[in-house]
Structures are given as structure tokens and as C-alpha cells.
């Protein structure tokens, strides 16, 4: 009995040992991998970023930002047609090039409280249609 447990704890050195070396090898292999992309994207005479000066600008004045609600009004006029067709290509994917029409495009009824559970009926029930 005593002997087993001798032969066990041998056996738990040496996986775990192996488990070192193969670990600092898989380690050395990547910084050799590093060192080697380092080599070989340095071009000589090119400055780094590190080694170029930085040219520090003045910063220049910023007009007065519009209020969102006229921004993400016109940004929705703007984007409606890319939405369409946006949405319109993923149905005819879904459709597997199957004959269809477009009838309409509403926005899902999701509210700033609105839950994961909530979400994720959502989806389910979108990806029922």
C-alpha cells in the first residue's frame, strides 16, 4: 500500500514536470516567433513610430455640436434606404433566392428598460417571421 502511494506521487511529478517543460517551451517558441516578426517588419532606414518626432498641433476650434435629437433624426432619413437594403438582403438569403416582396420595415418595440429575456424573445420572434 505504501508502495502505491510511492508510485503514485512519482508518476504525479513527472506529468506535472512535463507539463513545465512543454509549457516553457510553447513560451519560448513565442517569443521566437515575436523576435522573428520583429526582423523581418523592420526595414532599414525606415523610422518607427517610437523613433519619429511627434509634431504636437494647436487644436483648432470646434463648431458647436448640433442637438442629438436633429442628428440621429437626419442620420434615420439618411440611412433609411441602406437599411431597407440592407434588410432586404438578408431575407433574400434567408429565402434561398426564392421569390419574394418587401412589404414593409418596422423597428422592434424596445425600450432603455427593456431586459435580456426580453431581448432574446425578441430575437426568437423575429427569427420566427
Not at 442637438?67 to 432619413?77: G, I, M, R, S, Y
Not at 433566392?97 to 418596422?106: E, I
Amino acid at each position: 500500500m505504501f508502495t502505491d502511494i510511492i508510485f503514485g506521487l512519482k508518476v504525479a511529478l513527472i506529468g506535472m514536470g512535463v507539463t513545465f517543460v512543454g509549457l516553457v517551451a510553447l513560451i519560448g517558441l513565442v517569443h521566437l516567433n515575436r523576435i522573428i516578426a520583429e526582423s523581418i517588419n523592420k526595414v532599414p532606414g525606415k523610422k518607427t513610430a517610437e523613433e519619429a518626432p511627434v509634431k504636437k498641433e494647436a487644436p483648432k476650434p470646434q463648431a458647436k455640436a448640433p442637438a442629438p435629437a436633429a442628428v440621429k433624426n437626419k442620420a434615420l432619413k439618411a440611412d433609411n434606404g441602406s437599411v431597407v437594403a440592407a434588410i432586404t438582403a438578408a431575407v433574400s438569403v434567408m429565402m434561398d433566392g426564392a421569390p419574394f416582396k418587401l412589404k414593409s420595415v418596422k423597428k422592434a418595440q424596445v425600450s432603455s428598460n427593456t431586459n435580456a429575456w426580453d431581448m432574446v424573445a425578441i430575437q426568437e420572434q423575429n427569427n420566427n417571421l
